[in-house]
């Protein structure tokens, strides 16, 4: 099975695993785990795989519209180096500091291979499914897409320091406590917005009219991209810049950029069926584990 598939069977069996994270009486948790070989490219800091590897779990808390109460680290690495130990403390320390959150411990082993597992933990009495977009809605982004697919081409141009830097985002837990009382569906933009497009239409059973023009480009693509298709992928098809993408009735929008602390972009329109670009199928890729 590929990763898609393996999620839906979860999620056939355990429902409360078929979103970002689970629900239980409030509590909201999630897991991830991050590799070296796919997730952390050669330059990568340990700070930096300590912030990005816990806000990826943060940000799965707020894809939920719930705000962000802890987070747990196991960091498994061939040997246990006290300064790189160090400097991925710091790191997820300071990511939860950004979210109002508390790193409080987690576990340690050795292993072939850098490998962090992470889970996040976050509190809500209305969490946000992927499963309520209606026609009629508009559908939305935070922020700017392809910020990670930049950090990408600056560390493989031996650029570490612009790479950490970019790498290094903030999960937008904040943003998702201000849009869930305004939004119908919501979900992280981990896999890419062309694929999260993909998939909150089939959790919600509906389409998606995008115009590629709307779509909020980081500024840091145009140091990298070759054209303007290249401009495109690396907005849409890379995947984990940990936006938020959701859908709203087009009377909340004004009221919901008004609430969100940060840019808040309409992109298109939610429609009965198909997932389109400027009337164009729009392909299902993105960011795909293992």
């Known amino acids: 099975m590929d990763e898609?598939?393996?999620?839906?069977r979860l999620a056939a069996s355990l429902p409360a695993a078929g979103d970002d994270a689970a629900v239980v009486d409030g509590l909201v948790v999630t897991t991830d785990m991050l590799h070296e070989s796919t997730d952390f490219p050669a330059g990568t800091t340990r700070y930096t795989a300590g912030w990005r590897a816990i806000g990826a779990s943060l940000s799965d808390v707020a894809a939920m519209g719930a705000s962000a109460t802890a987070a747990v680290a196991a960091y498994a690495a061939p040997t246990l180096d006290e300064a790189e130990l160090d400097a991925f403390l710091d790191g997820a320390v300071d990511v939860c500091e950004a979210v109002d959150a508390e790193y409080v411990g987690g576990d340690l082993?050795?292993?072939s291979e850098f490998t962090v597992a992470t889970t996040a933990l976050g509190e809500t009495d209305a969490p946000v499914p992927r499963s309520g977009a209606e026609?009629?809605?508009?559908v939305c982004v935070t922020g700017a897409l392809g910020r990670t697919a930049a950090a990408l081409?600056?560390?493989?141009?031996?650029?570490?320091?612009?790479?950490?830097?970019?790498?290094?985002?903030?999960?937008?837990?904040?943003?998702g406590v201000a849009l869930a009382p305004h939004v119908t569906a919501m979900m992280?933009?981990?896999?890419?917005?062309?694929?999260?497009l993909h998939q909150l239409a089939e959790a919600s059973e509906v389409g998606f009219e995008v115009s590629s023009e709307a779509v909020p480009v980081h500024d840091a693509v145009e140091a990298y991209a070759a054209d303007a298709a290249d401009r495109w992928e690396m907005a849409t098809t890379v995947g984990e810049d940990f936006e938020l993408v959701c859908t709203l009735p087009a009377e909340a929008v004004d009221a919901a950029k008004v609430a969100s602390p940060v840019p808040f972009t309409v992109v298109g329109d939610v429609t009965e069926g198909g997932v389109l670009v400027d009337g164009e199928p729009l392909a299902d890729e993105g960011y795909t584990h293992g």
Do not use: C, I, M
């Open 153 to 175: 081409r600056a560390f493989a141009a031996d650029n570490a320091e612009r790479g950490n830097d970019l790498f290094q985002f903030t999960p937008r837990v904040a943003a």
């Open 188 to 196: 992280d933009s981990s896999d890419g917005l062309a694929r999260s």
């Open 4 to 8: 898609r598939s393996a999620l839906r």
């Open 135 to 138: 026609p009629g809605d508009v």
């Open 109 to 111: 082993d050795t292993t």
